[in-house]
């Protein structure tokens, strides 16, 4: 006999056990097995007001987050949108059937000045990696070093050259992103007056600061990308440190999509990891982003192997001398150019490990 779906008046009541619904086998329960969050209450209390009204709970948010990080929910109003009709996310996340689900505005603010000054969600990384090191899945051994780049969520025609003065909004009318960035212009240039420069991206040491090409008037911070193949965007890096032996990521960061910014990160994850979870690798493989001297002879001295291509600049394509054209005679000590000049050495050590030998531009 056919079946119908009776549609009467509704039920007032229920009675409904959010746990029964959510399957065993649900990668939310596994998760929730592992993770512990006990401590989140008392390290962020500082950051609270002792007055006015109750703040979302941040044990909420930091569920809420890892659900969207498991799950690629990229944007957090698709988080809290999903949240909402999933059941297992609102059990992983502590939250009843009837219960409300956090603004996404909260997310913003939340990032940007409890967590990051509280370091609340490195030390939820950081325990992750721990849980992970106790399992046996980190070989300490050998990583690896890559970095992503994410796209900068602004409108790239609302742009300026990076050379030439713009004229920002007063604090009180900037957003957050521009306060920060003039921020950090102010340091650069505080920084370099102490070391002697004088304020203009210049220091002591003859470096020039090259200015960025193009400048996103909506987030500063992020740097301008150009691909062959791909038309320009605004992005970020985001940075990782990969034990090799199962693919765990043992620290990451995030910062603009600069290749010296991605060495300098590159020093502090490994530094980082060494004081956190006593690993120091015994190799380090990379692509040719990281095929800088600096960095390898970084490596070396701590007894680390780079497995990364070195930066090959050597061959010249605008027709003057390339590296390959000068012959050195070691009994004088000096290079010969393809012209027959000399390039002879002052005998003094730069940084340690370099010498340079000279000659008139006009004889090579």
């Known amino acids: ?89 609102r059990w992983f996340c ?56 994410i796209k900068a969520d602004v409108d790239k025609m609302k742009r300026a050259p990076g050379d030439r003065p713009i004229a920002w909004p007063k604090a009180e009318e900037a957003s957050h992103a521009v306060r920060e960035y003039i921020a950090a212009l102010d ?41 062959p193949g791909v038309d320009p965007f605004f992005a970020y890096d985001a940075n990782y440190l990969i034990d090799n032996k199962a693919g765990i990521i043992l620290d990451a960061v995030g910062t603009r999509a600069n290749r010296a910014v991605e060495i300098a990160v590159t020093q502090t994850m490994v530094d980082r990891v060494q004081r956190r979870f006593d690993l120091r690798p015994q190799r380090l493989a990379g692509d040719t982003a990281y095929g800088a001297v600096r960095l390898l002879k970084w490596l070396v001295d701590r007894n680390i192997t780079p497995h990364v291509p070195v930066w090959d600049k050597s061959a010249r394509p605008d027709g003057t001398f390339s590296r390959a054209d000068f012959a050195f005679d070691r009994e004088r000590n000096v290079y010969v150019c393809p012209g027959g000049a000399e390039l002879t050495s002052t005998g003094n050590i730069d940084q340690g490990h370099i010498v340079y030998y000279r000659a008139s531009k006009g004889d090579c």
Request: glycine share 10%; charged share 25%.
């Open 94 to 149: 502590r939250l009843g059937i009837e219960d409300n689900i956090p603004d996404h505005s909260v997310f913003c603010r939340a990032r940007r000045e409890r967590f990051r000054t509280s370091d609340a969600l490195r030390r939820v990384f950081e325990g992750v990696v721990a849980l992970c090191i106790s399992a046996g899945l980190v070989g300490g051994e050998a990583f690896s070093i890559d970095a992503s780049l």
């Open 1 to 89: 006999m056919l079946g119908r779906q009776e549609s009467g008046q509704g039920q007032f009541f229920y009675a409904f056990d959010l746990d029964k619904v959510v399957p065993p086998d649900h990668l939310v329960r596994q998760i929730d097995g592992l993770l512990d969050l006990s401590w989140v209450h008392k390290e962020l209390a500082p950051f609270y007001s002792h007055t006015g009204r109750p703040s979302i709970d941040p044990v909420l948010m930091i569920r809420m987050l890892i659900v969207g990080y498991v799950f690629a929910l990229r944007s957090e109003r698709r988080l809290c949108a999903e949240v909402q009709v999933n059941l297992a996310y």
């Open 187 to 227: 340091a650069a240039s505080e920084d370099q007056v102490g070391d002697g420069g004088d304020g203009d991206g210049s220091s002591q040491s003859g470096h020039r600061r090259k200015p960025p090409k193009e400048v996103s008037l909506t987030d500063p911070q992020a740097t301008w990308v150009t691909r």
